[in-house]
């Protein structure tokens, strides 16, 4: 089920301002976001489109945190965070997605909530974010062929 007036859902420009699609899974796609201010944040958006977690079908759930344990893996593996945070919203955007933020001891916020000052965007070149992409891509395609 799409929601026309969804920005995950319409994959529009919308989107693409903020974020590149990296892969789709089996229930879900994974997406970088353009500012890379936390190195690696991606967000990870259920295919269908859903407000609430309760309203995934107990098998889609399974898949979609399937899913999210790749992405995960893949941005560890990548990037070597010191932790990777998980933020769920919905205020603004309801269709049901998370968001990785890989912190860093070393990084900002490390501590705190990373939404929770304002930091300074860092936004990537288009070649260094389709690299980017590709890295995470490799990662988890090899990951789901082995």
């Not at 903020?18 to 970088?32: D, N, R």
Request: with cysteine; aromatic share 10%; net charge positive.
């Amino acid at each position: 089920m799409k929601n026309k007036g969804c920005i995950y859902c319409a994959r529009g420009e919308k989107l693409e301002k903020l974020m590149v699609e990296i892969v789709a899974l089996k229930v879900s796609t994974l997406f970088l976001l353009k500012n890379q201010s936390f190195e690696g944040r991606c967000v990870l958006a259920l295919n269908d489109h859903k407000n609430e977690i309760f309203e995934l079908e107990r098998k889609e759930r399974e898949s979609y945190f399937e899913d999210l344990s790749i992405a995960a893996k893949a941005i560890f593996n990548l990037f070597h965070p010191d932790k990777i945070n998980y933020a769920v919203f919905g205020d603004i955007v309801s269709h049901f997605h998370i968001h990785l933020v890989p912190k860093y001891k070393k990084g900002p916020l490390w501590g705190k909530a990373f939404c929770e000052e304002p930091v300074g965007p860092l936004v990537l070149s288009d070649e260094d974010l389709i690299k980017r992409v590709s890295q995470i891509k490799k990662i988890i395609l090899k990951h789901s062929i082995s």
